[in-house]
Every structure is written in structure tokens, then in C-alpha cells.
């Protein structure tokens, strides 16, 4: 629920299916609020490695919302 919308609906007979969805939100906002409070900077090599990694997948997968 989102200001009281339901967002996605889910069914499903299989316990551990269930407990995916639920624990899945449950955890995703408490390690988004550690991994901000706890940032380390990537050095300015990592930084460059990552983005010339980005740039590659870019390139052999091309961006394309048109399907």
C-alpha cells in the first residue's frame, strides 16, 4: 500500500513464496537507511573503473524502452 493504493497484489500457495514478498520490504528499508548512513566514497579509481564498466554494459546492451 501506498497512500492507500494497493501498488502490487501478490497470490501465491507456497509458503516460502510468501514470506519472500513480506521479508523482501520489511529488509529493504532498514539496509537503504544503514548503506546511506554508513557510505564510504569510492576511491576516484573505483569510481572511474565502475563508470568505463557502466559505459561497456551500455554499449552491449543498448538502452531501449520502445518494446
Known amino acids: 500500500m501506498e497512500r492507500g493504493n494497493e501498488v502490487s497484489h501478490i497470490t501465491t500457495p507456497q509458503l516460502d513464496e510468501l514470506l519472500y514478498h513480506v521479508f523482501e520490504s520489511i ?3 532498514p539496509a537503504s537507511i544503514y548503506a546511506v ?5 569510492d576511491s576516484p579509481q ?4 565502475r563508470s568505463q ?3 561497456k554494459i551500455l554499449r552491449e546492451n ?6
Open 27 to 29: 529488509t529493504s528499508s
Open 37 to 41: 548512513d554508513h557510505r564510504i566514497e
Open 46 to 49: 573505483w569510481a572511474a573503473r
Open 53 to 55: 564498466e557502466h559505459a
Open 62 to 67: 543498448p538502452f531501449n524502452d520502445r518494446h
